[in-house]
């Protein structure tokens, strides 16, 4: 009887084991929502998404018709700039969706800064821990 018992405990749990995949080994990324940023042109908002080293950079950039807007991503080890991006829209929405390697320690912060001329927004986001 207990061979029996222990047999479908083992076969259960295969089943569920199956059914719902293993327990715990699934660990959604940190992510840090920004904006939205406004300039009197144009705005952005975006979301990081926290790797081990790098980040991702999810959202938008739109430009209401003057000038161009552009957004600025300086990223960051502590204190030394490790890279530095732009995307840019004129007189539309322009998506944007890339991921920044970075070194051994990882990216730490990101400086963000739109402008639309003169006219200028900047934040900034910090890695969570």
Not at 69 to 74: H, L, W
Request: hydrophobic share 35%; charged share 15%; glycine share 10%.
């Amino acid at each position: 009887m207990r061979r029996i018992a222990a047999g479908l405990v083992l076969v259960l749990a295969t089943c569920l084991g199956v059914v719902f995949g293993p327990v715990g080994s699934a660990s959604a990324e940190p992510t840090t929502h920004l904006g939205p940023l406004y300039t009197t042109g144009g705005r952005t908002e975006m979301t990081f998404i926290w790797y081990n080293r790098s980040v991702g950079v999810q959202g938008y950039v739109e430009n209401f018709g003057l000038n161009t807007t552009t957004v600025t991503f300086k990223f960051f080890q502590e204190s030394t700039l490790l890279a530095t991006q732009t995307r840019s829209a004129s007189a539309q929405t322009k998506s944007f969706n890339f991921t920044q390697a970075g070194p051994s320690g990882g990216i730490t912060e990101v400086d963000v800064k739109v402008c639309t001329g003169t006219a200028c927004s900047d934040d900034y986001v910090i890695r969570p821990f």
